[in-house]
Every structure is written in C-alpha cells, then in structure tokens.
C-alpha cells in the first residue's frame, strides 16, 4: 500500500465533483472551514459546471481530477459531493498519473467507486470521509468531521464516542 504525506500548514488542497453538481453556496462554507485550518484551497477549473444532475460532462469532471493529481502544489484532494457519476468515468482514468502523484483523496457516497478503482490499480491509501455539500457546507460543522479531519494532519488515533 502507499500512502500520501499528511498535510501541514499552508498546503494547497484541491477540491473537485467527480459525481454530483455542488450549489456554489455550500462550497464558500467548506472553504472557510479549510481556510480556519490553515489551508490553501484550489477549484477544479469545472467545479460549478452543471449537465443535468452532474457537476460538468465526464470529460470535464475527469480533467479536474487529473488535473488536481498533476499539479504539483495540491498535497490533497477533497470530493465537493457525492450522487451518480464516478463510475461513468472510473475506466478513463489516467492510473499511472495518480501512482506518480500519490495524495490524499477523500470523500464518500458514490466517490466510493473511485476508492476502489484507484486503490486496486494504484495501492494508494483513500480516505472514505466528509464532503463539502454534506459535512462542511452547513453552518455547523459537526464534530464527527471536524475530529476525523484531523487525522489527515497527524497520526493520533480518531476515537468516535455518543456524546
């Protein structure tokens, strides 16, 4: 297995939609959440394109991950949402881009698809966790995935408890 580096302060973090379409509004939250984190953020150049339910054609919505793999100031990128569409463009990804660009990719729902497309084909370690529409594109953050978030940043364990 491979695993990306963890993220420190000032790291550039992408953020895409390889699956569903993200209202603009939702995104502004998840990025001061970052930006209190000390992150940079960087958009996928198609991330508020919309064909029908899908955030952009799968050509574009390929380009911005690739994209994201490429550039080599992103240390991680973070799934804007999930719904239908990864697995539409799961068989044209460019595997050997991702191998040589090991980073952190995260997100959930039907990103799940990507996490074993790429896990299989490259070793990389993925994390299955929060996305901006549905955990940081609310007015509170919960602390689920606040906590779990910060296992990006160092190795202490995540301990998840009912109260």
Known sequence: MMKAERLKPKDTVGIVAPAGYLR???LQKG????EELDLQVKLGA???KQDGYLAGNDLERLEDLHQMFADEEVKAIF???GGYGSARIA???DFELIQENPKIFMGYSDISFLHLAITKKTG???F???MFASDFGKDEIAP????FFRQLFDSKPVQITNG
């Open 46 to 48: 198609h991330l508020f």
């Open 91 to 93: 068989s044209m990804i």
């Open 79 to 81: 799934c804007a949402r």
């Open 24 to 26: 603009p509004e939702k």
């Open 124 to 126: 990389l370690v993925t």
């Open 31 to 34: 990025i001061k959440f970052l």
């Open 144 to 147: 689920y995935p606040r906590e």
């Open 128 to 130: 299955h966790g929060p």
